[in-house]
DNA sequence: TTGTATGCGTTATCAC
DNA sequence: GTGATAACGCATACAA
C-alpha cells in the first residue's frame, strides 16, 4: 500500500506511479532502464516523470541497493596546486566509475573526528591523505595516500626517496657542492621524510655524513625565516633540497632580495613543480610527481576494494621525474626553462 | 520484529539493541544524545557500539529524517588556486554547519548532466559556478556562483566591473597609456564579460571608444599565442587588461623573451592574484577577489534556503581590491612586491 | 510484461 | 525510562 501522497512533500515513486497509472515497481524498472518493459508504458512513465519534476530520492535508493555509490576523500588542506590535483584525478576517475565523491577537509582535530565519523556513515570507501587513525578503523575499505601502509590497509604514494636520492646527487656530484642542507618538516608528512631520506642516502653513499634537517612548515614565511638565517650567516650551506617549492620559491626570493646569488652562492631545489617554477628567475629546479594520476590510482583501488578485492599487502608507488631547470647551477636554456 | 541478522552483513542498530539487550528506540536515543535514557542503559548501548564497531546507516538516516545533512558543489575545473580557495571557503563553512558537501566537477556535457542529476538526487541543495541549466531546474534550493540570477535562484559574486574600470582607469589616466586591450573569452563566463564592462565604461566616461576584447582561453598558451601577435606588430597596443593572472603571466613572459620591456613598452595587468603573480618581475599589478568568502557565503546561502528562506532577488556582490604592483608601469618597492 | 509484497536501517510517535 | 511499531522511498524476488 502506498504511503499517503495526500501533501506536495515531494514527489515519490509512488507520485509517478499514480499518474502514470502503474505500479512503482515498473516505475522504478524504466527508471533503472530495464529493457523488459514495453515501449508504450515506458513512455506513459517518463511522462509522468516529466510532468511531476520527479527526482528520486539517493537515500532511499543506496537503503535498498545496501551502498551509497559515493567515494569520500580526506585531504589535510588545499592550498597550492597539489592536493587540487589530486582532487582532480580522483574526481575524474569517480566520475567514470558513476560514483560520487564527498571531500572533507581536516579541520581542528575534534571537527575532523566528528566530520570522518559521519563522513563514514555515508560512503563506501575513503580515501585519505597520510595516515589517520580514525579513518583506518572505520570499518569501511580505505586507501591511504603518501602514507604508511598498515594491515589491511592499502597504500599509494608517489616515489620520493629515489627523486630526492637523484637531486642531492645532482648537487653534490654534478655541481660539487659540499654543504647541503635539507629544508623542511619531516616530523610533519611521512613523504617529507621520504625525502629526507633519499637526501641522506646520497651523502651516505659517499661517505658524508648527512646533515640535520633544518625544520620549517610549509608557508612562504617559514622559507623566508630560513632565508634570515642564511642571511645572518647562521646557517652556512651552498646548496639547498626544499621540502616543497614554495618553501624554495620563499626563500630564493628572500635570498635574491638580500644579494646573495642563486644559485652562484647558493643553488636551491624545491618539490612539486608549481607553476611558479618555470617562471621565476632562476628557473627552479624541482621533481614532479604524477599527482593527477595518484587520485585516480586512489580511486581505482577504492573502487576494487568495494568490489571485494582484497588490499594488496604491498604499497604501489608512481614514479616522479626530476626538473632541471638552473636553480641548481644548470645553465639555463632548457626548453621548459 | 528484528530484520535478520545471520550474516556479518554490517551491524546494524538491530545487533547492537540485541547485544545490549534493550530496543533499537533506546539505541537510537542513546547515539542522539537523548537526555532521558538512564546512565546505566546509556553505558550498555554505548559499550555495545563500541563492542561491534557499529557504524550507522547514513541512507537509512538520510531517509527518515527526509533530508541529506549535505550540500553540493559543482565547479567547472580545478585548475589555479581561483576553485580551490572557492572550494575550501564553502567546505570550511559547510563543516561549521555540520554539513557533507559533495563536489562534482564538470566533466564532459553529457556526463555532468548525468553527474549532476545524481548529486541533486544525494543533497539539500546546490552551489553552481556559473549558470548551469540543469541544476537551476532540479527543483533544490540552489545558489549560483559568479553567474546571473533567474527567477527564484540566489546569486552571488565578487565584484567585477568595478575593479576592471578602476585598473583601466589607472592605466588611462594615471600611466597615460592611450591604446588598452582587453584580452580573454568574454562568451566564456559572465564574470569575464563584466570586467569587459568595466574595461569599456572606463573608456566611454573619457569619451573614448572601447577596443574589441582579444578572445583568449585562460590556458598559458593562448597567452602566448597573444603575445606572438604583439611581437609580430599584428595587435598594436601599450597597455592589456587581462582576464586572469595565468594568462597575463603568460603574454608578459613571452613578451619579456621577445625583448620588449614590460612594463615600459606595454603595461600588462591580469586578475586574481595568484602566487606567481608577486613573485614575478615585475611583479603582477591585478585584482584580490574574496574568494574564500565567497565560497563560505554559498554554504550560508544554501543553509538558510535549505532551511526554509525564499531566495533573494538581488545578488549579493562581495568586494574585490585591486593590487598594484608594477606591471601597470608603477615603480616597484611597495611591501608586498 | 506488470503488479504485490517485503526488506533496507533509521527516526519518531505512541503506548506502557 | 523504555519498548513496539509505523513511516521514510526505493529495489527486487516472487507471482500472475
Redesign the pocket.
Known amino acids: 500500500?502506498a504511503?499517503?501522497n495526500d501533501a506536495r512533500?515531494?514527489?515519490?515513486?509512488?507520485?509517478?506511479?499514480d499518474t502514470a497509472?502503474?505500479?512503482?515497481?515498473?516505475?522504478?524498472?524504466v527508471?533503472?532502464g530495464?529493457p523488459?518493459?514495453?515501449e508504450?508504458?515506458?513512455r506513459k512513465v517518463l511522462d509522468a516523470v516529466a510532468e511531476l519534476d520527479?527526482?528520486?530520492?539517493g537515500?532511499?535508493?543506496s537503503?535498498?541497493?545496501?551502498h551509497h555509490d559515493t567515494y569520500g576523500l580526506v585531504l589535510p588542506e588545499l592550498n597550492g596546486p597539489y592536493y587540487a590535483e589530486l582532487l582532480v584525478g580522483f574526481e575524474t576517475r569517480a566520475a567514470e566509475l558513476e560514483k560520487s565523491v564527498m571531500l572533507v577537509l581536516a579541520g581542528t582535530k575534534e571537527d575532523r573526528d566528528s566530520a570522518l565519523r559521519t563522513l563514514a556513515t555515508r560512503v563506501d570507501g575513503i580515501a585519505v591523505f597520510g595516515s589517520d587513525a580514525y579513518v583506518v578503523s572505520s570499518g569501511k575499505p580505505v586507501v591511504v595516500i603518501a602514507g604508511h601502509a598498515r594491515a589491511g590497509i592499502e597504500a599509494i604514494a608517489a616515489e620520493n626517496v629515489e627523486g630526492a636520492r637523484l637531486l642531492t646527487e645532482h648537487l653534490l656530484v654534478d655541481h660539487g657542492r659540499t654543504n647541503l642542507r635539507f629544508v623542511g618538516d619531516i616530523a610533519a608528512a611521512a613523504d617529507l621524510l621520504e625525502r629526507y631520506e633519499g637526501f641522506t642516502a646520497a651523502h651516505r653513499e659517499r661517505g658524508l655524513t648527512p646533515p640535520e634537517p633544518v625544520r620549517a612548515e610549509f608557508r612562504e614565511r617559514d622559507g623566508t625565516a630560513v632565508a634570515e638565517l642564511l642571511l645572518a650567516g647562521d646557517l652556512p650551506a651552498d646548496a639547498l633540497v626544499c621540502g616543497n617549492d614554495e618553501l624554495a620559491l620563499a626563500v630564493m626570493a628572500r635570498l635574491t632580495d638580500g644579494g646573495v646569488d642563486v644559485p652562484e652562492d647558493i643553488a636551491i631545489v624545491g618539490w612539486d613543480d608549481v607553476m611558479t617554477a618555470r617562471y621565476v628567475r632562476p628557473g627552479l629546479t624541482t621533481v614532479r610527481q604524477p599527482v593527477q594520476e595518484l587520485g585516480a590510482l586512489a580511486a581505482d583501488r577504492l573502487h576494487d576494494l568495494v568490489s571485494g578485492a582484497a588490499p594488496s599487502a604491498e604499497r604501489r608507488v608512481l614514479a616522479s621525474e626530476v626538473v632541471i631547470r638552473s636553480s641548481c647551477g644548470c645553465p639555463p636554456g632548457h626548453p621548459a626553462g
Open positions: 500500500m504511503p499517503r512533500r515531494g514527489t515519490t515513486i509512488y507520485s509517478v506511479a497509472g502503474v505500479s512503482i515497481a515498473t516505475v522504478s524498472r527508471l533503472q530495464s523488459l518493459v514495453s508504450r508504458t515506458t520527479y527526482l528520486p530520492s537515500a532511499a535508493r537503503l535498498a541497493v545496501r
